[in-house]
């Protein structure tokens, strides 16, 4: 299987199970925008906590209940990222955000709803039989996703738009650590929890993987084509703020995103071949084009 077939079965893995679990909720317009919230997308979170699993042979029925909870996460917050009180983008994926085809309300409950929903799917028995595991997972997942994760990078993110003066290279590098390097960690490192074993190596290759992606972002908004990326392009730049891409330069960028490639595959080293898919996923990232 190739590594695009291969994050594509992830991808339909985590889909099918979102279904099958939202399949039983009552048909209300919430339940439809979590729905909508969680169809398409490259499933990359998901595909790293299956593949992160079966480096530490955890089998894939076990470890899609985490790399649905992180699916479920990850849309949670493009849904509110996309709300007018924050980016106020109208589309994602290609398609109109959760707030564009329903409301604001609707789009807010529904990504409440989803985050609501992993914490949830991390608890069933199914997802680990050892209690202490599928705690550190709740636990962790809590962490990354809240104020010391993602919502504190947003949150720089927001005060970086009204700073008096452009954040600095180190200031940027923190806040994306946060608002996208934290969910990328904890997907890499989930395999290793539920494995048991020591989440050190994936720890350092999804540091430089998430920093990796969010370069490539950065990349993509100056020189990608809207139609593939499925989204609005150049808005940074419209509105003035500082990006890898604006301190680093267009070049710099490119040359900083293939040194962290680097830096994630050597992270590797001590799984040898059988990190091969991961290895090709931190070249993926560099050369997507959405």
């Not at 849904?79 to 309300?105: E, F, I, Q």
């Not at 180190?170 to 290793?192: F, H, M, P, V």
């Not at 900083?256 to 070249?283: C, F, P, T």
Request: net charge negative.
């Amino acid at each position: 299987m190739s590594f695009q077939e291969a994050l594509t079965d992830a991808a339909e893995r985590v889909q099918t199970h979102l279904s099958v679990e939202l399949a039983g909720y009552a048909e209300q317009p919430v339940i439809a925008a979590m729905r909508y919230a969680v169809g398409g997308g490259k499933g990359l979170r998901g595909f790293l906590v299956l593949e992160s699993a079966a480096l530490h042979d955890v089998p894939a029925w076990q470890a899609v209940w985490a790399a649905s909870a992180i699916e479920a996460v990850h849309a949670y917050s493009l849904v509110h990222d996309d709300l007018p009180a924050m980016d106020d983008d109208d589309l994602r994926r290609g398609h109109p955000t959760v707030h564009r085809k329903w409301d604001d309300a609707t789009a807010i409950l529904a990504g409440d709803a989803l985050q609501t929903l992993a914490f949830e799917l991390l608890s069933h028995e199914d997802c680990a039989p050892d209690p202490a595991v599928r705690l550190r997972l709740i636990g962790s997942l809590a962490k990354a996703a809240g104020a010391r994760g993602m919502v504190l990078g947003q949150a720089q993110d927001i005060s970086a738009e009204t700073a008096s003066t452009p954040l600095t290279l180190e200031q940027i590098t923190e806040l994306q650590e946060n608002k996208t390097g934290a969910l990328i960690r904890w997907s890499a490192e989930a395999g290793a929890i539920l494995g048991q074993a020591n989440p050190e190596p994936m720890r350092r290759y999804a540091t430089a993987l998430g920093l990796a992606f969010q370069i490539a972002d950065d990349i993509l908004d100056v020189e990608g084509d809207a139609d593939k990326a499925g989204k609005a392009l150049r808005k940074d730049e419209e509105a003035g703020k500082a990006t890898f891409v604006s301190l680093l330069g267009l070049e710099g960028a490119k040359s900083r995103a293939l040194a962290l490639v680097e830096e994630a595959e050597e992270a590797l080293s001590a799984y040898g071949a059988r990190a091969v898919r991961l290895r090709e996923a931190a070249r993926f990232v560099v050369a997507r084009e959405n």
